[in-house]
């Protein structure tokens, strides 16, 4: 007989340790976690292989601040059990495509 309730499969355990971890990623500029702010727009994860896509409050955040989140998503999410690869996706930002380039290579 089967129990009544939901099987959670691995990577939807994985999704959840992502969101979670991203709550203690913080905006350097303003000081508040990018989750707050309503920052993230997907967390996928696929056998493992993760894409976290998010943006940042303006288009034109300082490019610094913007490597640095971006950075910090990137390391944080890959040192998560179960994690085989990590892909970080900055949309909506004038830097978008060299900030993606720069941490993902």
Known sequence: MEKTGVLVSEDDKIRRSINEVLKT??????????????????VKVDGGNATVVFHLTMPFCPTMFALQIAQDIKQKVKSLDGVK?????????????????????
């Not at 990623?25 to 997907?42: A, K, R």
């Not at 996706?89 to 978008?96: D, E």
Request: proline content about 5%.
């Open 25 to 42: 990623v913080v905006d350097p500029e303003i000081g508040v976690p990018i989750t707050e702010m309503n920052l993230v727009d997907e």
């Open 85 to 105: 690869s990590v892909n970080v996706n900055l949309v909506k930002h004038v830097k978008a495509e060299e900030i993606n380039k720069i941490v993902n290579q």
